[in-house]
């Protein structure tokens, strides 16, 4: 809720700074719903691992600390007034400070006190095998995150091979760049830790990597009609993660543009740290969350003659697939040519998202630790500790749904290639990207079915 007042509500009138202060005295009730879930899902037995709620904890202190006055909620109003040219932008901040001191810290006092009752009856234990019914869980959650029916164990060994497939290629590039010491993941984690690589973590090198995204994003922009029969007109903007939610965000994210195009579609990056963007990472995360990625996607799914149902009932499976797949077709664009480090970049992060088959299954299948998960993803990845420890609790709170990239990528792929198969030369790749991804998010078994019946109509 901080996060969509802050960055996202358009504040353009008198009326829209209004509503703002109408949501921050909803704050309150909002919370109390959250905290009556919990009470709720407590009675079934349903408890969040100890180090969830500790996380939880911490992020909610961060949030409730400053004085009011100086609370993002506060300032974030007042900056919004000043830029639509409201009059006394600074009363609209004052007013939010005293809507921050009388509804937001109560409402977060009342939490921190349900989560700390929580806390005493929580246990270690990662997976959701510890919950009441949670191994058909887990299955139930396999089916809605990759629309199949997979057993964890074929996702497990599907996730190992992957794995070995994606660090022999990587190997290959550290070769041919010298790089020759060491398992794959010892020689990542010495070349991410190498100063020509990092970006100072200050407030100017924090600049120059929003710069130097910005910079990736207008890069591939002529090249999108080469390969998509549909370009959008929304635009999309970086931003930084808000330090207060830094704790608890992932690496990157995106959220969707509005219906009118009055607001951007938003490619998140999480800067608590800069050493875990080593520059030649950052190339992926951009192809990914912007495009040909997640903005392309979302923004030809929000035309106005696509399915508003597929976009509603989004298919994590095709949508995360789909930004897989689009790191992928970066490559066979020629955005990483002359680029070896920019390329390892990118088999870096396929190769994250196959360890997520073997970590995800790990935990919630194979009764691994967080610690345990934590270990193979270090050791195997050479990735910051930070980052692995933040992704890890992603997949322990939200079960399955990190094993729709690989699956996904896998399955769109595979539907390319039969079309290439019958179709040869025929293919316009650009018809078949807008086919792709002409129903928004729609589940990988009608995308698989509308694919054959498109390739049968250019035969």
Same mark, same amino acid.
């Given at each position: 809720?901080?996060?969509?007042l802050?960055?996202q509500q358009?504040v353009?009138?008198?009326?829209d700074?209004?509503?703002?202060?109408?949501?921050?005295d909803a704050?309150?009730?909002?919370?109390? &719903?959250?905290? !009556?879930?919990?009470?709720h899902d407590?009675?079934?037995?349903?408890?969040?691992p100890d180090?969830i709620?500790e996380?939880?904890?911490a992020?909610?202190a961060?949030? %409730?600390?400053?004085?009011?006055?100086d609370?993002?909620l506060a300032?974030?109003?007042?900056?919004?007034a000043?830029?639509?040219?409201?009059?006394a932008?600074g009363?609209?901040?004052?007013? @939010?400070?005293?809507k921050?001191?009388?509804v937001?810290?109560?409402? #977060?006092?009342?939490?921190a006190a349900a989560?700390?009752?929580?806390?005493a009856?929580?246990?270690?234990?990662?997976g959701i095998w510890?919950?009441?019914q949670?191994?058909?869980?887990?299955?139930?959650?396999i089916?809605h995150?990759?629309?199949?029916?997979?057993?964890?164990?074929a996702i497990?060994?599907?996730?190992l091979?992957?794995v070995?497939?994606?660090?022999?290629?990587?190997? !290959?590039?550290?070769?041919?760049?010298?790089y020759v010491?060491?398992s794959?993941g010892?020689?990542i984690?010495?070349?991410g830790?190498?100063?020509?690589f990092?970006?100072?973590?200050d407030?100017?090198g924090?600049a120059r990597?929003?710069?130097?995204l910005n910079?990736?994003?207008?890069?591939i922009?002529?090249?999108l009609?080469?390969?998509?029969g549909?370009v959008?007109e929304?635009?999309?903007?970086?931003r930084?993660?808000?330090?207060e939610?830094?704790?608890?965000s992932?690496?990157?994210?995106?959220?969707?543009?509005?219906l009118?195009?009055?607001?951007?579609g938003t490619?998140?990056?999480?800067?608590?740290?800069? @050493?875990?963007?080593?520059?030649y990472?950052?190339k992926?995360?951009?192809?990914?969350?912007? #495009?040909?990625?997640?903005?392309?996607?979302?923004?030809v799914?929000?035309?106005?003659? @696509?399915?508003l149902m597929s976009?509603v009932?989004?298919?994590n499976a095709f949508?995360?697939?789909?930004?897989l797949?689009a790191?992928a077709?970066?490559?066979?664009?020629g955005?990483?040519?002359?680029?070896?480090?920019?390329?390892?970049?990118?088999?870096?992060?396929e190769?994250?998202?196959a360890?997520r088959?073997?970590?995800d299954?790990?935990?919630?299948?194979?009764r691994?630790?967080?610690e345990?998960?934590?270990?193979?993803?270090?050791k195997? %990845?050479?990735?910051h500790?930070?980052?692995v420890?933040?992704?890890v609790?992603?997949?322990?709170?939200w079960?399955g749904q990190?094993l729709?990239?690989?699956?996904?990528m896998l399955e769109?792929q595979?539907?390319?290639?039969e079309a290439?198969?019958?179709?040869? &030369?025929r293919l316009?790749?650009?018809a078949f990207?807008?086919?792709v991804l002409?129903?928004?998010g729609?589940?990988?078994?009608?995308?698989?079915?509308?694919?054959?019946?498109?390739?049968?109509?250019?035969?």
């Open positions: 809720m901080p996060k969509l802050a960055s358009m353009l009138s008198a009326q700074a209004e509503d703002y202060l109408a949501r921050l704050y309150g009730a909002a919370v109390d &719903q959250v905290i !009556a879930t919990i009470e407590r009675a079934l037995g349903v408890v969040p180090f709620i996380r939880a904890q992020s909610l961060g949030r %409730s600390a400053a004085d009011p006055a609370n993002a300032t974030a109003l007042g900056e919004k000043r830029a639509a040219g409201l009059d932008p009363d609209w901040a004052a007013r @939010a400070a005293e921050v001191r009388e937001v810290y109560p409402a #977060n006092a009342r939490l989560l700390d009752e929580l806390r009856e929580a246990a270690s234990d990662a510890r919950l009441p949670g191994e058909a869980l887990y299955r139930a959650m089916l995150m990759t629309d199949t029916t997979l057993e964890p164990e497990h060994e599907l996730g091979s992957e070995a497939r994606i660090t022999a290629e990587m190997d !290959a590039i550290l070769r041919a760049e010298g010491e060491g794959v010892e020689r984690a010495a070349l830790a190498e100063p020509r990092l970006y100072p973590n407030a100017g924090k990597l929003l710069s130097d910079a990736q994003i207008d890069e922009a002529p090249l009609p080469r390969w998509f549909t959008p929304q635009t999309v903007v970086v930084a993660v808000p330090p939610a830094e704790g608890s992932t690496g990157g994210a995106y959220t969707v543009p509005s009118d195009g009055s607001r951007p490619y998140w990056i999480n800067l608590r740290d800069t @050493a875990i963007w080593p520059s990472k950052l992926t995360l951009t192809y990914h969350e912007a #495009n040909p990625g997640h903005h392309l996607q979302f923004a799914g929000l035309r106005e003659d @696509a399915s976009n009932l989004f298919s949508g995360e697939g789909w930004g797949y790191e077709l970066a490559h066979e664009m955005l990483y040519a002359n680029d070896p480090f920019g390329d390892l970049g990118r088999l870096q992060d190769h994250w998202r360890m088959l073997v970590v299954t790990g935990l919630h299948a194979e691994w630790t967080r345990q998960a934590i270990d193979y993803m270090v195997t %990845s050479g990735a500790p930070d980052d420890r933040a992704e609790e992603r997949y322990v709170v079960p990190a729709g990239y690989k699956i996904g769109i595979r539907v390319r290639r290439e198969s019958a179709l040869g &030369q316009d790749i650009r990207h807008d086919e002409r129903d928004g729609a589940p990988l078994q009608l995308l698989e079915a509308r694919i054959r019946r498109w390739v049968e109509s250019q035969q």
